[in-house]
């Protein structure tokens, strides 16, 4: 059964822009009093409403009644939802003063969240995470990748992997899981960093596979998770068994993008240490850029450098990180809106950032309103697109659809 959905103001499909560098708003294609026409989930045609209804007079209508704006839904390219419990302890004493890797090494940090998450179980986790997909849902975003790293041996690293498939079912929202098992060295495992990485590719890695759980693997390179070296090591092997890569790189030192680019990696997440060097390496590969503004509005620090990064053709993406250590908040609008007036960045380019650009780092081909394409949209009550980052990320859309169906 074939629906048309409109007429929207204004259409923004995002499509026909560059993957990579700087964009200007004047790039935008404006498509005025659209609509949208889907069957099986898919978009069959898009353009002028009045033009598609007598075309397809036989198509059910969703009518919009107001004036709206539609884009393509938002992609959260990097989160991590599955967790239990809290770290509000933490966040009063960084307000306080404390630094990140000073709570940490003070028996806070991610291992507080490992032995929470740890503690619970799984009904309890799938039932959080469910929450957190459909409050993202509901601001848009229609795609999610989810992260472990929080259970940090093969049961607990398996419990989360499982319990993120099992949360696929239950939301409408896309789940993409990630392996991120080697977040840091537990402190309950017995040997070195080297040591655990190996374990991790011997024992868990394998069964990840096996049992089809995910095909991207993440780690934290950094000085107070895991070295350069180790991490090469690691990633070269998760390449190996066929593995997607991407990774936690130069968040407060450098050292981990150089990695990343080396070894192919789909995305370099984070950033905000990055200096020119890593900027020209990034620009110049095929590894996507991701900016995570909500950590830095977390943790009170710099944002990655995001203009300079598009001015020199990175392929940047934006993602809200949201987890319960260094970005609670989770949410990726207001994220992205609050940074653009920093790093001064277009519409066009924060708008790209939360699509189609963020569906090149999770390899997913959505992110654009095109033809052949899901029907993932959201639509905003306004009358120019300009509005949504105006009110930084406080105007909220009023209709979300996943595969033409409404969820909001
Ligand atoms: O992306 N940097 C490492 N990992 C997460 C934080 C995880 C946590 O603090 O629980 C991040 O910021
Ligand atoms: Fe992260």
Redesign the pocket.
């Given at each position: 059964m074939k629906k048309l959905i409109g007429p929207f103001i204004h259409i923004i499909p995002l499509t026909g822009l560059p993957l990579k560098g700087a964009l200007k708003d004047e790039q935008l294609h404006i498509i005025p009093n659209g609509g949208v026409l889907v069957e099986g989930g898919l978009i069959l045609a898009i353009g002028d409403f009045k033009e598609l209804r007598k075309a397809n007079a036989s198509a059910q209508i969703e009518e919009i009644t107001s004036p709206q704006v539609l884009l393509p839904g938002f992609i959260d390219c990097?989160t991590?939802i599955c967790f239990g419990g809290n770290?509000a302890k933490d966040y009063a004493m960084r307000i306080a003063g404390k630094t990140?890797l000073e709570i940490a090494k003070s028996g806070g940090?991610?291992w507080d969240?490992v032995t929470q998450t740890r503690a619970a179980d799984e009904v309890a986790l799938v039932q959080s995470l469910v929450q957190r997909a459909n409050r993202h849902l509901a601001d848009g975003v229609t795609a999610i990748e989810v992260k472990s790293?929080?259970g940090l041996s093969v049961e607990e690293e398996l419990k989360q992997l499982r319990a993120i498939k099992n949360a696929s079912a239950q939301t409408k929202a896309r789940l993409i899981p990630t392996c991120l098992a080697a977040?840091m060295v537990p402190k309950d495992f017995n040997g070195s960093q080297a040591e655990y990485l190996a374990y991790v590719v011997n024992d868990l890695l394998p069964i990840i596979k096996q049992e089809n759980l995910t095909n991207r693997v993440d780690i934290?390179i950094?000085q107070s998770?895991m070295d350069t070296k180790n991490a090469l090591v690691y990633l070269n092997k998760a390449n190996q068994l066929g593995f997607d890569i991407t990774a936690?790189a130069d968040?407060f030192t450098t050292g981990g993008s150089a990695v990343a680019v080396e070894v192919g990696a789909v995305s370099a997440?984070?950033l905000e240490a990055s200096g020119e060097n890593e900027i020209g390496l990034l620009a110049s590969s095929n590894t996507v850029a991701v900016t995570?503004p909500g950590?830095s509005l977390g943790l009170g620090m710099p944002y990655a450098p995001a203009r300079k990064l598009l001015d020199s053709g990175a392929c940047l993406a934006i993602a809200s990180?949201w987890?319960?250590?260094?970005?609670p908040m989770g949410d990726l609008l207001i994220q992205a809106a609050v940074m653009s007036a920093s790093e001064k960045l277009s519409v066009a380019e924060v708008f790209a950032g939360l699509t189609f650009r963020a569906a090149s780092a999770l390899k997913i081909e959505y992110g654009i309103l095109g033809l052949g394409m899901p029907a993932d949209m959201q639509a905003y009550l306004c009358a120019d697109y300009r509005e949504i980052l105006y009110y930084q990320g406080k105007l909220k859309p009023n209709l979300v659809w996943v595969a033409g169906n409404s969820h909001v």
């Open positions: 990097h991590h770290r990140y940090g991610i969240t790293g929080y977040h934290f950094e998770a936690h968040q997440d984070h995570l950590a990180d987890n319960p250590g260094s970005a």
